[in-house]
């Protein structure tokens, strides 16, 4: 399963990415507005950073203006995608982008049904919100296995890019729902390779070491 980064913050990026598990960054205009820097500048940065895919969203909401963003988008580096909105006017978008050669992430995805039409559309990647679903009380991991059913009926090749994961519990059960990728916020990152008994085995084992009076080098 790739792992992508959340966030347009460059000092939390650059601590995941020495971890060397990083394989991308998904960023939204929320994310751009909270960063406080210019577009082009915070993902010409964190392209340079992250070698995979970083998804920069287009804000217009009408195919042409999506279509000049999306351009403008993927001239900033070789490795931007351009994130869409699940709308009629963003699928015909991600069409014609697709057709140039322009990976996009189709975004804001709340159903099986709008992650076929993305497919169809050419999309590189569907984001099915499950964090948003559950605030609503519906089944969030329910749509990724949904989604999973159709991509693998009809042999799509879109990757599902499991988006709103808030918690480790979302990361596990999106692994096991066969998303082909996360995103996930840097605060769910750092936690995703903490367990209280791996932290009660690991002192155990220091304190039994340092009986013996060895070292090993
Ligand atoms: O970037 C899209 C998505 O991951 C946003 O998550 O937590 O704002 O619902 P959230």
């Known amino acids: 399963m ?6 347009a913050d460059i000092a939390d990026l650059k601590a995941a990415a020495a971890t060397g598990l990083v394989d991308g960054v998904t960023t939204n205009p929320s994310l751009i507005a909270k960063s406080g820097r210019k577009i082009a500048d915070v993902i010409a940065e964190i392209c340079a950073l992250i070698p995979g895919p970083v ?9 042409e203006g999506m279509l000049a963003e999306g ?23 991600c069409r014609t982008l697709a057709a140039e050669g322009t990976p996009v992430n189709v975004t804001l995805c709340f159903s099986a049904v709008q992650a076929l039409l993305a497919a169809k559309a050419g ?28 991509y693998d009926n009809y042999g799509y090749e879109t990757r599902i890019l499991a988006a709103s994961v808030r918690t480790v519990g979302h990361m596990r059960d999106a692994a096991l ?6 995103t996930i916020p840097p605060s769910v990152f750092n936690a995703l390779y903490k367990h209280p008994l791996t932290d009660l085995g690991l002192a155990a084992f220091l304190k039994d070491w340092a009986s013996t009076g060895q070292s090993i080098l």
């Open 177 to 182: 729902a066969g998303a082909d990728c996360s």
């Open 71 to 93: 351009r403008y988008l993927r001239s900033i580096a070789s490795n931007v995608t351009v994130k869409l909105p699940l709308t009629r006017d963003g699928l015909i978008a």
């Open 55 to 63: 998804s920069a969203e287009a804000v217009a909401t009408d195919v």
């Open 123 to 150: 999309a590189t990647f569907i984001s099915p919100f499950i964090g948003r679903l559950d605030d609503g009380g519906h089944d969030g991991m329910e749509l990724i296995r949904e989604i999973r059913q159709v």
């Open 2 to 7: 790739q792992i992508f980064l959340d966030s």
